[in-house]
Each structure stands twice: as C-alpha cells, then as structure tokens.
C-alpha cells in the first residue's frame, strides 16, 4: 500500500499540484571538484588541512573524519582520514554516511519555508492552529523531585511557528536538556527525543510533547527544543504528506542529495560510519546501546522522522544544501526559496535571546555578526553554521563564497580542537 500511495504522491507532485521546488531562470553549476587556483585558494595552505587532520588521527584524538571545502561553487579539498570503523578495521572513505543529528535542523527549517513562501502559514501563526494539541500551553511553576510531580501556571501568548524554528518556544529537549526537572518531567512522559528504532511516529511522539509544561514563557528565552520535530509533524499536517517523503522529493531527489535519508536502504548501509568511543585502553570501540541504539538509521521500525535529529548524510550532499544557500535558494538550475526568503531566513530573528558572543540566530542557522567577523577564524558577516550531536560541523560564508564541512562519529569525552582548526585554516588558504 505504502508503495501506491508514494506512486500517486510522486505523480502529484510531477504535475505541479503539490511543487515547491521550482526550475529557476538562473542555473548555477552543480558542485564539482577543481583546481584550487581556479577557485583562488592556496594548495599550499589547504595542505594544512591535510597535516592537522592526519596529526589528530595519529595522536588518537579522533578515529577519522572526513572534510570538504569549497570556493565559488567548486570542491577545492574533499578527503577522508582514519578510521570509519576501528574494530571492524574498516577505512574512512570520502563517500561515507554519517549521522548529522542536529544538522537535520536547518533542512527541516528550509522545508517549512519552502511552505511558507506557498502561503500555507504565517510564522507568527500559533502552532495550535494546526496542531491542536498545543492550545492553552502551560508553564513550569514548581516540582518535586521525590515524585516528579508538578504545578504549572497558563502562558500568557500561544506557541507561534516563529518560536518553533528559532528555539524560544520554550519546550525542552527532554534526555539532553540542561534543567533536570525537564528531563525527568520528559522520561516519565515517554517522549522520544532524538532518533529511536522503536516502533513510534513523530506525530505520537509530539502530541505527548504538547501536554508537558514549558521551561518559560513563549517568545522569553532561547532555549534549544524539540521545535523542529513539532515542525516536522506540521509539515505532515500542512501538506498531508509523510514527512520523509516531502523532504526525499522536494528537497534531496531535487538537489541531487541522494545519500541523505531518515533511513538507509540496504545498500548504503555498509558505508554507514561507526559511533565510536574510547575505552579504558584508550582504543576506539563502538558506543554502546544506550537510551537509543546507534545504528538505528539501518535498524528496527525505521518510522520515526525526527526534524531535529534524525538525518544521516555525507560531506558532498550537506555541501550541496549549503552551496544551495549560499545561490540565493537556487542549485544547478532549482529553486527552492527565493533570495528574498533566504535573506529573511538569514536575519537577526532572536535580538540578543541566544546569547552567544559574536552571532545571532536566525530562521535555521547561527549567523556570525561583525564583530564576530573582526575578532577573527569564524568568517565573514553573515556566515552560517551548525554541528550534530555526533561531531559534526559546517559553517558557509556567503561573502567568500566558501564552504566548509567537516564529518566526525564519537561519543563521550574526545580530545578533539578540529572543529576550529578546520575553520581557521579554511580561512586562511584564501588566495586572491
């Protein structure tokens, strides 16, 4: 049955009834690799990419990674080092999958805008419009630990899409959240919080979501959430679609993204990267089962879609997301946002809520301010970012015209300065 019904949403799509994506007057080139001094970076100082990643494997700090950087639309570097499986004794390769966790977040953000620019919503919409769960939100007031009981207070304003993608919605983020009290009011719930191999959808999951308290008051505080798995059921909602399948045909068939899924067909799945961590002996070995089981993007139910979490992806296809940034919301003749959806996305949509010197948060990313960009190694004004769960990290830099991905797979204390360093010796292998 579920075959059919992707048959005739594939055929709905095709005919425009359902199409976000559009073909743009403008066509850029698709990502392919170049010369460095075609796309005016120095292979001499790239090289330094080469020394410290291949320094980092040999000390043990990590059990590999694999980077990726780009200029003017043009893989420049694109390399693997280490390990992608130490016990199993199996070489990282540039082409390897990895889970992005919250780097699935800004992929969820560019789907919900893509129906926004439908005219589907207004961001200022309350969520509970849609998702009738969330009406009448309440607050945190006290707890009690002996119990896990607690009181809360009515909010003062509704739960608006706005909030959902800039994390001031004031939900939790249950197992990784920073208040104890959330984390036990979530466990008791039941609520699934990242990735999961158990038989459960993301619309259960969020509507057990919708009945717990909030840490604050809508719209009070940034406090990081389980938004974008809300908003990824939104999406079902809205277009009465699965959420997997909007994604897989507007945003990844579209672009070219044909490693990045919720969950790996069998044939991508021995290019899957180990977890990792380092035991007592100082080796790598693969992380254990714990609250969720590793390798769930290629075991168990495979039916949870989890907007904030859930993604696995490669170096190349992130890339490709972001080259699509960086074009204005256009890629190899594409379009999935207009430029003037992007430049909102891009904007200052929290003030000083986020907190973290030298950047704002906008729609889907971190944006670095100037003085960000004057205190130096963190790119240009309005260079975006973000990291999983994982180890994981991209940033884009919209004036250099650059893109910088880096892929790792641990868990538990690492040693690991590769995430700055990358970035540092990025910038600096500019030659022009």
């Known amino acids: 049955m579920k075959y059919f019904v992707l048959i005739f949403l594939s055929m709905m799509i095709g005919s425009g009834s359902l199409q976000s994506q559009t073909r743009s007057g ?9 010369a460095h001094e075609n796309a005016y970076m120095s292979a001499q100082r790239l090289a330094l990419i080469d020394s410290m990643c291949i320094q980092n494997v040999k000390n043990g700090n990590l059990p590999g990674m694999v980077t990726l950087v780009t200029r003017n639309g043009k893989i420049v ?28 977040k800004a992929i969820t953000s ?13 961001l200022d919409d ?18 009690r630990y002996s119990d896990t009981s607690y009181t809360t207070v009515p909010a003062r304003s509704e739960i608006t899409i706005r909030q959902l993608l ?19 009011i979530y466990e008791k719930a039941g609520i699934t919080d990242l990735f999961t191999s158990e038989k459960i959808t993301i619309g259960e999951s969020v509507k057990k979501l919708a009945r717990l308290p909030l840490h604050h008051e809508p719209g009070e505080k940034f406090t990081y959430s389980e938004g974008l798995d809300v908003l990824g059921y939104f999406i079902e909602i809205v277009t009465g679609i699965p959420f997997d399948v909007f994604l897989k045909t507007r945003i990844f068939d579209p672009l070219g993204m044909h490693d990045t899924r919720f969950y790996l067909p069998d044939a991508s799945a021995g290019r899957l990267v180990a977890v990792q961590q380092k035991n007592k002996k100082g080796e790598w070995e693969r992380y254990p089962v714990t609250f969720y089981d590793p390798d769930y993007p ?9 907007g904030g979490a859930g993604l696995s992806s490669t170096a190349r296809d992130y890339a490709i997301f972001l080259q ?3 074009n204005g919301g256009e890629y190899n003749g594409i379009r999935l946002l207009s430029r003037t959806t992007v430049e909102s996305i891009m904007g200052n949509q929290t003030g000083t809520l986020w907190g973290v010197p030298d950047k704002f948060y906008g729609l889907a990313f971190g944006v670095v301010t100037k003085q960000g960009q004057h205190k130096g190694g963190i790119g240009s004004i309005g260079t975006f970012d973000w990291g999983g769960y994982f180890n994981t990290q991209y940033f884009a830099d919209p004036k250099e015209k650059i893109i910088g991905v880096i892929m790792k797979q641990t868990q538990g204390p690492v040693t690991d300065d590769t995430e700055w360093m990358f970035r540092q010796l990025v910038g600096q292998s500019v030659d022009d």
């Not at 403008?26 to 170049?34: F, R, V, Y």
């Not at 800039?166 to 036990?184: A, F, L, N, P, Q």
């Not at 290629?298 to 989890?306: L, Q, T, V, W, Y």
Request: hydrophobic share 35%.
């Open 126 to 143: 309350p969520i509970s419009r849609y998702i009738p769960e969330f009406r009448n939100p309440q607050v945190l007031k006290t707890f």
């Open 298 to 306: 290629i075991k168990g139910a495979k039916c949870f879609f989890s």
């Open 77 to 104: 570097h694109w390399k693997a080092y280490g390990m992608a499986d130490n016990q199993a004794g199996r070489t990282l390769k540039r082409d390897d999958i990895f889970r992005i966790a919250s780097q699935s």
């Open 166 to 184: 800039t994390h001031t919605s004031g939900i939790g983020y249950g197992v990784i959240d920073g208040d104890e009290r959330m984390k036990m």
């Open 324 to 326: 699509m940034y960086l």
């Open 110 to 122: 560019t789907a919900v805008m893509m129906l926004w620019e439908q005219g589907k919503f207004q």
């Open 26 to 34: 403008k066509k850029s080139q698709p990502l392919t690799e170049a």
